[in-house]
Nanobody
C-alpha cells in the first residue's frame, strides 16, 4: 500500500508560479512510476507529467517548457514546479503512483497506468 498526500495548491495570477508537493508513505520502494494529473470541471482527468524510477520524465505538450517534475528520494516527496501559469491550467491536481509495468506499457501519462492516487490539491489561475 502507498499513501499520497498533495499540497501546495492555491490561487495565482496568470504568469505566476506554484510548486506542488506530494508526500509518499508506505511501501514506497516498490514504486516504479510517479505522476501528476489534473482534472478541470466537466473534463476528463489528464496526465501532466511523470517520472520513472530511473529519473526519466514525460510531459504533456501543453505544459512542456513550463512545468518540471522532480523527486527528493530522501524526503519521499514528488514535486511539480509550475511556471508561466495560464488560466487553462486551473484544475484539481492529483499525484499518482504505480509499482507495476502498466505506466510503461500504456504510457506514463495515462490514468489507467496508476493504481495509487492522492486526494488532490486545487490550482486556480486568474487572468
Amino acid at each position: 500500500q502507498v499513501q499520497l498526500v498533495e499540497s501546495g495548491g492555491g490561487s495565482v495570477q496568470a504568469g505566476g508560479s506554484l510548486r506542488l508537493s506530494c508526500a509518499a508513505f508506505g511501501h514506497i520502494l516498490s514504486i516504479s512510476y510517479l505522476g501528476w494529473f489534473r482534472q478541470a470541471p466537466g473534463k476528463e482527468r489528464e496526465g501532466v507529467a511523470a517520472i520513472d524510477s530511473d529519473g526519466s520524465t514525460s510531459y504533456a505538450d501543453s505544459v512542456k517548457g513550463r512545468f518540471t517534475i522532480s523527486q527528493d528520494n530522501a524526503k519521499n516527496t514528488l514535486y511539480l514546479q509550475m511556471n508561466s501559469l495560464k488560466p487553462e491550467d486551473s484544475a484539481m491536481y492529483y499525484c499518482a503512483a504505480d509499482y507495476r509495468t502498466s505506466a510503461k506499457l500504456i504510457g506514463p501519462l495515462r490514468v489507467a497506468g496508476y493504481i495509487y492516487w492522492g486526494q488532490g490539491t486545487q490550482v486556480t489561475v486568474s487572468s
